[in-house]
DNA sequence: CTGAAAGCGCTTACAG
DNA sequence: CTGAAAGCGCTTACAG
């Protein structure tokens, strides 16, 4: 037998006082005579009495929960963006309720609607999902934040600058010598995934508007980078840069280069994008996009919203500029 | 202005009926009329409607969220656990009410408790804190399964085999020619890193009585690795075998040693615990414990308990053996 | 098959 | 300073 949680109600008989009183005394109220709230919190102690949140916030209508709904992402990836929410929300003393969305938008709009009364906004991050489509997923009257996730009118937004990044790449690897780049891009529909993408075309156009510049398509799973480097040795094509659109890709890469006795970056540079943690372990030269610092500014500006709800619209983009990080597989080849 | 959401109020108004029976036919209850199920469904999605869930959980005194409450834990370790709980709470209509645990055995009982009334059930990960401070910690009446906690009395709890783990390391290490090993231990309170230790000294005395075997002490983090290498470089002292109680302090080790010039495993070899996937990127060899696996698991157990209170008590313990995966760092040495 | 009513556990004007 | 009452948005016996 679970011995029935104490409600208000037990608090309040064994007091001898109101409910309401219990009320005001536990929330701190100031109408309280000294007396009143010493006897009920010593009831309430006694019987371990515990607040029914949920009671609690259908009468507030506030549940200080947060919705945040991710792709499957894969490990350091997610851990680090949910670290950096968890500890902002944490410390304005909300949770997080977690929810996975799966690729197909039907389900995802049901991953959101069914936090609709759990949450008192949401954090959602649908780069695989196209405007129109996240549009219709996004339950209205709910404060919500998007990252790395198309435009939705009038929502705040957390972006990453992928051009920026792939552009940052692009001219350190033309810098330290480089000439026929290809970039092995990111799954069809991801919107990072294009972006950076364009962003690689474009940088090539403009800082190195002769070379060759190709594309492989890709997933941003390690096999992807693997798959690139065998279509690449195959071709016989002359190749001394690939530009992964992400970690994953790059060190798929990099092995399968390593395997077929290529050096790196002797023979061939290879860079990521994202900085995960492995890429410094594997020495892999990227772009670094602060996962943590993005989660928590996208909290931080989601609490902001519920707590000053009369501010401003709020439905700016605020973007984040990846940061180039040199390491061993960038570096200037020994023989020239 | 957002649209006030609407209520099941308003949908039984536009649908003409009382709002008993919107919540019957949009319950899928048998005994509504097909007419008027078609009219409260076509209404509800005229306007919109999305139920509130936290006057449904209050209602139904169901919530249907489990309450997740972790340590710390960095990067792949946490999100390969939240993963495997996040897959099978979704699979059953759960949702994941996130909670990061603060050292701090105070801070982790007010965060238990402001969990109650907005979820079913709990799944508690407190390897740090002994045994009656998390009976006193743990919400009484709440069905709570333990992951790598110390046994509390008649609640559910995985658990991993650390000693059955390092049995299997130390044979291996053993078996390979290794003679005179040393642990790296992981933080002092921490219950899996007490069995780890204890089972390095358990599985030398049984299977090496002869050998030297020593402990220095870590804190399951990678500078540790790198620390225990400099004090055993400093000191001189024979070792032939690094037996690190988890993987980011044997990585630490490594590096250490390379940088020392020190052939791994020619030299010395290293050895880990977790089997995070970085694990596999450095060579390392190490014990795995399925991470994701155990949080689905516990997932899978705690649903069970709730949607069978009736069973029995449910307060069995349930052991992961971990596996040995033997990679580069402990291969034999090519000269003997 | 349907509706009025009570209840889930809280909070908070409102009246004393 | 305190209590009775209404209300948050649902669900479900209960009586028709």
Redesign the interface.
């Known amino acids: 037998m679970?011995?029935?949680?104490a409600t208000i109600r037990d608090v309040a008989r064994h007091a001898a006082v109101s409910v309401a009183s219990v009320s005001r005394a536990l929330n701190g109220h100031s109408n309280v005579h000294p007396d009143t709230r010493a006897r009920v919190l010593a009831s309430a102690k006694s019987l371990?009495y515990?607040?029914?949140?949920?009671?609690?916030?259908?009468s507030l209508a506030r549940?200080h929960?947060i919705g945040v709904v991710l792709p499957?992402?894969h490990?350091?990836f997610?851990?680090?963006i949910?670290?950096g929410m968890?500890?902002e929300a944490?410390a304005h003393g909300y949770?997080?309720?977690?929810?996975?969305m799966h690729a197909d938008a039907e389900l995802a709009a049901q991953a959101m609607?069914?936090?609709?009364?759990?949450v008192d906004g949401l954090i959602v991050m649908a780069p695989q999902i196209d405007a129109t489509g996240l549009d219709e997923a996004l339950?209205?009257?709910?404060?919500t934040m998007l990252i790395n996730s198309p435009d939705s009118t009038g929502r705040g937004a957390m972006r990453v600058d992928n051009r920026a990044g792939i552009d940052a790449i692009v001219r350190h690897l033309l810098a330290s010598g480089r000439r026929a780049l290809v970039h092995v891009a990111g799954p069809a529909g991801n919107i990072d995934a294009r972006e950076r993408r364009e962003g690689f075309l474009a940088a090539m156009a403009r800082h190195a508007p002769g070379q060759p510049s190709r594309v492989i398509e890709g997933n941003f799973r390690e096999e992807a980078g693997e798959r690139a480097v065998a279509t690449l040795l195959d071709e016989g094509e002359a190749v001394d840069g690939i530009v992964a659109a992400n970690d994953m890709m790059a060190?798929g890469a990099l092995q399968a280069l390593r395997e077929a006795g290529l050096d790196v970056p002797d023979a061939v540079a290879v860079t990521g994008f994202d900085d995960v943690?492995?890429a410094r372990?594997?020495g892999l030269t990227t772009v670094r996009v602060h996962l943590a610092d993005m989660g928590a500014r996208a909290v931080a500006r989601l609490i902001d919203a519920l707590e000053h709800p009369s501010d401003r619209p709020g439905g700016d983009t605020e973007w984040l500029t990846p940061t180039l990080v040199v390491r061993t597989t960038t570096t200037e080849r020994t023989d020239p």
């Not at 609607?113 to 759990?118: E, Q, V």
């Open positions: 679970k011995p029935a949680s371990g515990v607040p029914h949140a949920g009671a609690r916030s259908l549940s929960a499957d992402l490990g350091e997610f851990s680090e949910v670290r968890d500890r944490g949770h997080l309720l977690l929810s996975n609607r069914s936090m609709r009364g759990r339950p209205a009257g709910i404060p060190l943690p492995l372990y594997m």
